[in-house]
């Protein structure tokens, strides 16, 4: 959520850079303005009344003490009693109306974010180079099915299209991928977090993805006395609500957390030609990162995220590419997102395997998430960070295509081997 100050004072500059997202907003940043002054009058003539039945009130005594009638004062009580439930009623209304707006508006972008989407993503540093291979090679596709790691057929029956079923060595080497970015996060201080795969509406609306995106998880279908919930699409959406509602002090933050969960995404993409298998599916596995921080500290941390993300790429010796999105590329409650890009050789280009974002205080605002400082006492918001760190089912296909020999086999990562048992899976 915005700060609603921030607006008020800065209305232009706010519309300009929400323009950079691709968002018109102006009608609601108009529509804000003016339904937060009317919330501030409703409020101050709520006061007023009060104010007025309190003097009042404190009549009746001296009323009839002095044996004066006092029908009048208790008239005009009852009076001001119904013009207080008429505000009431009204202030609830311009509340849930401005609560409504606020919540639809997505985050500011950073300043140096270029205006518009995928066109305008900057490429900011290479890593490796691209394979070349003296043979032909295979697509990841027949390489794992050949090789017995994917089962796509049987994972088709259990539950339809966009999903697979990972068997014997792929099993393994899926395993080792999470152990390896499991052990290295925990070693660079992050702390592992096990969070529950459902989760109630007020994590989606914390993470910035309630309301606008509601319908782009699966929800789960209750009884009508229980919590309505939903499947994960992201570790993001519940670590980012663990400091809900709560006052941190400064020797709290920063807070780094990870957590390995399997990701559920309602709408999974295109299905182009070239993105079959496991590009994209329904669910997938994933090691998230996300970060508590003090604002002035934010910068930083994003950095170390990047660092983070990039490091585990090159430890598996994938030749990729780190890319700063611009504006409309950003997810909603996001300012700022540079996206770490995998070669598939078979795909011709690059491949998304981890987005590391900065939330700024968008989510904490959300969330009332708040952190209080030793110098003043004051409390101000968070900013909270997340980045992938990272998802396999991308990195999987990557890492065979890459590493396939003439023979059909496939070279281990030396990373990975300690988890897998073998250098080279063979048929």
Not at 312 to 332: I, M, N, P, Q, W
Not at 354 to 370: E, I, K, L, P, T
Not at 405 to 411: E, H, P, Q
Request: hydrophobic fraction near 35%; charged fraction near 30%; aromatic fraction near 8%.
């Amino acid at each position: 959520m915005l700060d609603i100050k921030y607006i008020k004072e800065n209305p232009e500059e706010v519309i300009a850079r929400l323009q950079k997202k691709g968002k018109e907003a102006r009608e609601e940043i108009e529509q804000i303005i003016k339904l937060d002054g009317e919330r501030r009058d409703l409020i101050r003539e709520t006061e007023d009344i009060k104010a007025e039945q309190n003097r009042t009130n404190k009549l009746i005594p001296q009323y009839k003490k002095e044996g004066k009638d006092v029908n009048e004062i208790f008239a005009r009580m009852k009076e001001l009693g119904a013009k207080t439930k008429e505000i009431d009623e009204r202030l609830k209304e311009v509340e849930t109306q401005f609560t409504s707006v606020m919540l639809g508006l997505p985050n500011l972008p950073d300043e140096d974010l270029l205006p518009g989407g995928k066109e305008n993503n900057e490429p900011l540093r290479f890593f490796g180079e691209p394979k070349v291979f003296d043979f032909e090679p295979k697509n990841h596709v027949d390489l794992c099915t050949d090789l017995g790691l994917i089962d796509y057929k049987r994972g088709t029956k259990l539950s339809g299209a966009g999903f697979w079923i990972y068997r014997g060595m792929g099993a393994r080497l899926e395993w080792a991928l999470l152990n390896y970015f499991v052990d290295t996060h925990i070693g660079n201080g992050y702390e592992l977090v096990l969070v529950p795969h459902m989760l109630g509406y007020e994590c989606g609306l914390t993470a910035g993805q309630f309301p606008k995106f509601a319908d782009d998880v699966y929800w789960l279908e209750t009884a009508e006395d229980e919590r309505r919930r939903f499947m994960l699409p992201t570790a993001e959406t519940a670590l980012v609500s663990l400091h809900r509602d709560e006052i941190l002090t400064e020797a709290d933050l920063p807070r780094k957390y990870i957590s390995y969960t399997p990701c559920f995404r309602r709408e999974a993409g295109s299905y182009r030609a070239d993105e079959r298998g496991m590009v994209r599916g329904h669910q997938f596995n994933k090691v998230e990162m996300v970060q508590y921080t003090l604002p002035e500290k934010s910068d930083e941390a994003f950095e170390e995220l990047v660092a983070n993300a990039e490091n585990l790429v090159k430890g598996l010796g994938f030749h990729f590419r780190t890319v700063k999105l611009a504006a409309e590329d950003c997810s909603a409650s996001m300012a700022r997102t540079y996206d770490i890009e995998i070669n598939i050789p078979s795909m011709n280009g690059y491949k998304e395997v981890s987005s590391v974002s900065n939330a700024r205080d968008y989510q904490a605002r959300r969330g009332m998430m708040r952190v209080k400082r030793e110098a003043t006492g004051k409390t101000e918001f968070v900013h909270t960070l997340n980045g992938s760190g990272l998802a396999t089912s991308r990195i999987l296909p990557a890492l065979v295509e890459q590493n396939q020999l003439a023979d059909g086999s496939v070279v281990v990562p030396k990373v990975l081997r300690k988890y897998v048992g073998v250098d080279i899976i063979k048929k």
